[in-house]
């Protein structure tokens, strides 16, 4: 018999595919192949860890930021600290936590500031904030206004609000009406509000609250600071149950709108000169705590309860 070129060409393909198994080879070249697969993932995390790094470095040195029209700053989980002028004509993004603190002044005009996913948080702590964009997504971001000095807070529409200035008799001051859906912490300084909404408010042990407009509240009133309240009215309007922490502080009027659950006292509820109004089917809870009206008005309106 005999066998021609090609059967010789075929019986030594398969034994070289045989040497081939028999040693190992195809999962030694996977084991090769997985590795240099890796070490690419690697290096491409490493450098995006000195794109970052290399990013802070220069807008440290620089002592100041800018965000080109169409460019995004993505700050992720990272903390940007700018000395001088913020200037964001692109996007600015907070998605993972990050840290953008402004030290100069922040101007985002015509330019986007969002908050996404578990959002972040903007330190404003420059003199003069001039716009936080012709769009601002508040998400679930926090805004601090921390300069130490009198300063402006923009008109928005705020998830957190935070006051931190800690310079003396210096007020940061809304230019109008804010809208704060979430939480209102005044941490330190004097807060001057003119009429606006807050949901929760929080006013800490180093903080003042002063109204200079008539303000509602939707969430529950925790203060250990100071209120002073002028001849202004607190409205609490939410649609489940409130609380009322005063730590002292003396309201001048206070109306109770909630008609959907008890807005209750914590501690002693105390207002004076003003009036106490209580709208139909709201239920205002002493909860046992004193109550001192100072001689003042209460408007019992119908079906209206106060429960000791």
Do not use: C, R
């Amino acid at each position: 018999m005999t066998f021609d070129a090609t059967f010789w060409v075929t019986i030594s393909f398969f034994i070289f595919i045989g040497i081939l198994i028999y040693f190992k080879i195809p999962q030694k070249v996977k084991t090769i192949l997985e590795q240099n697969i890796l070490d690419i993932k690697n290096q491409i995390s490493e450098a995006e860890k000195l794109k970052e790094d290399a990013k802070n470095i220069l807008i440290d040195h620089l002592g100041a930021s800018s965000v080109a029209t169409n460019n995004e700053l993505n700050l992720e989980n990272n903390t940007i600290t700018v000395a001088a002028f913020s200037d964001i004509d692109g996007v600015l993004d907070f998605d993972n936590g990050g840290i953008f603190d402004a030290n100069g002044t922040f101007d985002a005009t015509g330019g986007t500031v969002q908050f996404t996913g578990t959002g972040g948080t903007l330190k404003l702590g420059g003199a003069t904030v001039t716009s936080l964009g012709n769009t601002l997504t508040e998400g679930s971001g926090t805004i601090e206004y921390d300069y130490a000095g009198n300063q402006t807070v923009l008109s928005e529409t705020y998830y957190n609000l935070t006051i931190n200035n800690t310079h003396g008799s210096n007020k940061v001051t809304p230019g109008s009406a804010i809208t704060v859906t979430n939480v209102l912490n005044i941490n330190d300084g004097i807060l001057a509000t003119p009429a606006s909404d807050y949901d929760d408010v929080t006013i800490g042990s180093n903080g003042t609250l002063e109204l200079t407009g008539n303000i509602t509240v939707s969430g529950d009133w925790s203060d250990a600071g100071l209120l002073t309240p002028s001849s202004n009215t607190v409205t609490f309007d939410g649609s489940s149950a409130q609380s009322i922490t005063s730590n002292g502080s003396v309201f001048h009027t206070v109306t109770i709108s909630n008609t959907s659950a008890a807005v209750s006292i914590a501690d002693k509820f105390e207002f004076a000169t003003g009036t106490l109004t209580i709208n139909s089917s709201a239920i205002f809870a002493l909860a046992g705590n004193e109550f001192d009206d100072n001689g003042a008005t209460i408007t019992n309106n119908p079906a209206k309860k106060i429960m000791k």
